[in-house]
């Protein structure tokens, strides 16, 4: 099993800047990838950013060149930061754990934390 925590949305006025927090703990060395989704009402969960094992990050096309992700290995934590926010990214911010397999899939999800850009 793996747990997730997030921590640091809120809101910000467009331009502005928020770095979203997200500690794992549990069965840390199973997992693959950790990424952040974001939601809103009537849309589908979108991938924002993910990033492996590897280092190797990705990113929707609508974030690039704003958001960054990253990890710390020591403190088992994935960041989000992002910058130049706009309204459109409103939305609630949910952290993930991937665990692969060759046939299979299995993810973990955060809580959510609400992410409301001003205009």
């Known amino acids: 099993q793996v747990q997730l925590v997030e921590s640091g949305g809120g809101l910000v006025q467009a331009g502005g800047s928020l770095r979203l927090s997200c500690a794992a703990s549990?069965?840390?060395?199973?997992?693959?990838?950790m990424g952040w989704y974001r939601q809103t009402t009537g849309k589908q969960r979108e991938l924002v950013a993910s990033?492996?094992?590897?280092?190797?990050?990705n990113y929707t096309a609508s974030v690039k060149g704003r958001f960054t992700i990253s990890r710390d290995n020591a403190k088992n934590t994935v960041y989000l930061q992002m910058n130049s926010l706009k309204p459109e990214d409103t939305a609630v911010y949910l952290c993930?754990?991937?665990?692969?397999?060759?046939?299979?899939?299995?993810?973990?999800w955060g809580q959510g934390t609400q992410v409301t850009v001003s205009s």
């Open positions: 993930n754990a991937e665990r692969r397999g060759s046939t299979w899939r299995l993810d973990y």
């Open positions: 549990g069965n840390i060395a199973s997992i693959d990838a």
């Open positions: 990033i492996t094992s590897g280092a190797t990050t």
